[in-house]
């Protein structure tokens, strides 16, 4: 007789000692997949004041943009004065992203910096967990539009003081004065080109809206 009714002895024995085995072998834990929490940044400003720069020194894909050539056309409403070998302009957006470990990411948004283009800010500031407005000391009030922005929205910001070759290094306290912006908003350094020098203003908004939130719960 076999099966379920199998006698025990040499065979049964066997058979009843392997079920034991099998059912003390430890199982394998399933691998529980982590939640991945991923947080959306902003980086605008003005005309040329190299927003494109600062997402593509930062992102550890090939960031995403939508340069165009400048045409003829725009030669009249684009002031080219300052950086006058600028060829291209952003259309659209620069898109880029960062992964800090295996539980968050964070994408890069770059707004278009023309007026004309100020229709797209909406869309691709909704949902942003806070925003770094780039500023050019030659140039500051380019950066008043996207500073009135953020502080309608109640959208949590730092100012980025951009330097290029050839401009006058203000101190910081003189910037903020100039753009008008509140003690309790940072102002930082800031190299577009440099890799090092983004993340430390991108660290410093997420210190800043780790702040503000801080506060708010505290109330």
């Known amino acids: 007789m076999s099966g379920p009714f ?11 000692q392997a079920h034991k085995n099998r059912v003390r072998r430890p199982t394998r834990a399933r691998r529980v997949p982590r939640k991945v929490t991923s947080v959306k940044l902003v980086v605008a400003g003005g005309f040329g004041v190299g927003k494109t720069t ?22 009249d409403v684009d002031d080219t ?12 957006m620069d898109f880029g992203r960062i992964t800090v470990d295996d539980e968050l990411v964070m994408y890069l948004f770059g707004t278009p910096g023309q007026e004309r283009f100020a229709f797209m800010w909406d869309d691709l500031c909704d949902g942003a967990l806070g925003a770094v407005v780039l500023a050019d000391t030659r140039r500051l009030a380019d950066s008043f539009v996207a500073l009135d922005y953020f502080e309608a929205r109640n959208t949590p910001f730092v100012v980025g003081v951009n330097h290029f070759v050839g401009s006058y290094h203000y101190p910081i306290p003189e910037v ?3 753009l008008g912006v509140a003690d ?9 080109r440099n890799r090092e020098s983004v993340k430390v203003a991108l660290i410093t908004l997420l210190q800043h809206v780790y ?8 109330r």
Request: glycine content about 6%; hydrophobic content about 40%; some cysteine.
């Open 6 to 16: 199998e006698p025990v002895g040499a065979g049964g024995a066997r058979s009843a």
């Open 54 to 75: 600062f997402v593509s020194a930062v992102s550890e894909i090939p960031p995403l943009t939508t340069e165009a050539a400048m045409t003829t056309e725009s030669k």
């Open 81 to 92: 004065t300052l950086v006058n070998k600028k060829v291209t302009t952003t259309v659209a």
């Open 176 to 178: 903020r004065e100039a």
């Open 184 to 192: 309790g908003i940072p102002v930082v350094d800031c190299d577009a």
């Open 211 to 218: 702040e503000i939130r801080r506060s708010a719960l505290s």
